[in-house]
């Protein structure tokens, strides 16, 4: 396994760090070519329940792409297409896992790193966060996903505003434009991510997987049920969590889903 990326779980809660503390994480092809299957690996093991994005090193979650690269992997369209594609496997693998993630922002969160960040589901950011889009700053065009997600959560006049200037936001901006959850002083933020992971894992699972997946579709643009999604509500009557939900609020006692 590469070292620049690292994977840890405890009980139910994988944690994935970007490790490149040297050059405050900055992306490399390495390491989009690595979280695809890593992704996929977290997303299919039953044993977790929850996943936490961050970067090494306490000073960024991830500086954007590493441009040492630039010349070789981005020098022309055709050699950009190759390298464009493998960064939207990894943001789109990353926004369709059934689990939900969360981004942990120690730092800089810029560039690719924002593009993370905003693939994941939730966002907890320390005092010190500075978060910035800056293909304005390179001559580069941001992806219309990636753009969507950034929609999502500003709207479209602050989001032209974000990749037009490319300027640096920082941590209470972020929490006021809802590019930030919360925002934590430094040292409380691991514990507070972790508590948070810890919560959402004691939950019953096909809740909070189900709960992902009609707010994916609401963003997206639909705003009535349809069969698949009166599916999804209808046979949660039909689980274990169900029947251990309402044995539990019965006997005023907590509930041990599984």
């Given at each position: 396994?590469?070292?620049?990326?690292?994977?840890?779980?405890?009980?139910?809660?994988?944690?994935?760090?970007?490790?490149?503390?040297?050059?405050?994480?900055?992306?490399?092809?390495?390491?989009?070519?690595?979280?695809?299957?890593?992704?996929?690996?977290?997303?299919?093991?039953?044993?977790?329940?929850?996943?936490?994005?961050?970067?090494?090193?306490?000073?960024?979650?991830?500086?954007?792409?590493?441009?040492?690269?630039?010349?070789?992997?981005?020098?022309?369209?055709?050699?950009?297409?190759?390298?464009?594609?493998?960064?939207?496997?990894?943001?789109?693998?990353?926004?369709?896992?059934?689990?939900?993630?969360?981004?942990?922002?120690?730092?800089?969160?810029?560039?690719?790193?924002?593009?993370?960040?905003?693939?994941?589901?939730?966002?907890f950011a320390d005092e010190n966060a500075?978060?910035?889009?800056?293909?304005?700053?390179?001559?580069?065009?941001?992806?219309?996903?990636?753009?969507?997600?950034?929609?999502?959560?500003?709207?479209?006049?602050?989001?032209?505003?974000?990749?037009?200037?490319?300027?640096?936001?920082?941590?209470?901006?972020?929490?006021?434009?809802?590019?930030?959850?919360?925002?934590?002083?430094?040292?409380?933020?691991?514990?507070?991510?972790?508590?948070?992971?810890?919560?959402?894992?004691?939950?019953?699972?096909?809740?909070?997987?189900?709960?992902?997946?009609?707010?994916?579709?609401?963003?997206?643009?639909?705003?009535?049920?349809?069969?698949?999604?009166?599916?999804?509500?209808?046979?949660?009557?039909?689980?274990?969590?169900?029947?251990?939900?309402?044995?539990?609020?019965?006997?005023?006692?907590?509930?041990?889903?599984?």
């Open positions: 396994m590469s070292d620049e990326v690292l994977i840890s779980t405890k009980g139910s809660i994988a944690t994935v760090t970007l490790n490149r503390p040297s050059v405050h994480n900055a992306l490399n092809v390495r390491t989009y070519e690595r979280l695809p299957r890593i992704f996929k690996q977290i997303d299919e093991d039953p044993k977790i329940k929850v996943m936490i994005l961050r970067g090494a090193g306490g000073k960024a979650f991830a500086s954007g792409a590493d441009i040492t690269e630039f010349e070789r992997e981005r020098g022309n369209a055709a050699a950009a297409k190759v390298y464009n594609e493998k960064v939207a496997n990894a943001e789109q693998t990353l926004e369709g896992m059934g689990k939900p993630t969360i981004a942990m922002i120690h730092g800089y969160c810029i560039g690719g790193g924002a593009g993370l960040a905003l693939a994941c589901d939730i966002r500075r978060f910035a889009i800056t293909p304005a700053k390179l001559g580069l065009v941001y992806s219309l996903e990636s753009t969507r997600r950034l929609v999502e959560l500003v709207g479209p006049s602050r989001s032209k505003w974000i990749l037009m200037s490319g300027l640096p936001l920082g941590a209470s901006r972020c929490l006021e434009l809802g590019l930030f959850d919360e925002v934590f002083e430094k040292a409380l933020l691991q514990d507070a991510t972790v508590s948070l992971a810890e919560t959402i894992s004691t939950r019953a699972q096909v809740s909070v997987r189900a709960a992902k997946e009609m707010v994916r579709r609401v963003a997206l643009g639909q705003v009535r049920d349809d069969a698949e999604t009166i599916d999804i509500r209808n046979s949660s009557f039909d689980t274990e969590d169900f029947k251990e939900g309402v044995k539990s609020f019965l006997a005023k006692r907590a509930p041990n889903f599984k």
